[in-house]
């Protein structure tokens, strides 16, 4: 049971990212913005700071889980990251695949790189894919 619930958060962290790094970018900027906030993105999740996680989101995004639920505010954001970073996952990498901008509106694919603990005393490398738009 509790492997299950680790594979749903799993799941609901990575879809969750796609709204990551929210804050609009200039055109011509978005890919620096993506690139320069991922790391940044990467050491709050590691050192367990589900408030300056938060703030990666703009006031207005909303996370968008499986199923009919939507997480909305910064306080329900950083309170679902919290949960993620409860059980032991670690996020290892975000991978930038493709960034396309058309005017003010960019979109980022890009693969997360995840470690959670195997219930053995190990852990496990996940990966997903994710889009930021």
């Not at 609009?24 to 709050?44: C, K, R």
């Not at 909303?62 to 997480?71: A, D, H, S, Y």
């Not at 309170?79 to 996952?89: E, H």
Request: proline share 5%; charged share 15%.
């Amino acid at each position: 049971a509790g492997r299950s619930k680790m594979k749903a958060l799993v799941l609901r962290l990575m879809l969750a990212v796609a709204a990551t790094l929210g804050n609009p970018a200039a055109a011509g900027e978005a890919s620096d913005a993506i690139h320069a906030g991922s790391p940044e993105f990467i050491v709050a999740f590691n050192s367990g700071d589900s408030a300056r996680l938060a703030s990666f989101y703009t006031t207005s995004t909303q996370l968008l889980p499986p199923g009919p639920e939507f997480i909305q505010g910064r306080e329900a954001i950083a309170a679902f990251w919290q949960s993620a970073m409860d059980i032991g996952l670690k996020l290892t990498g975000l991978e930038p695949v493709e960034i396309v901008q058309a005017g003010d509106i960019a979109t980022d694919v890009d693969v997360l790189h995840l470690s959670a603990p195997d219930g053995e005393g190990g852990t496990v490398a996940l990966s997903d894919k994710y889009i930021v738009i």
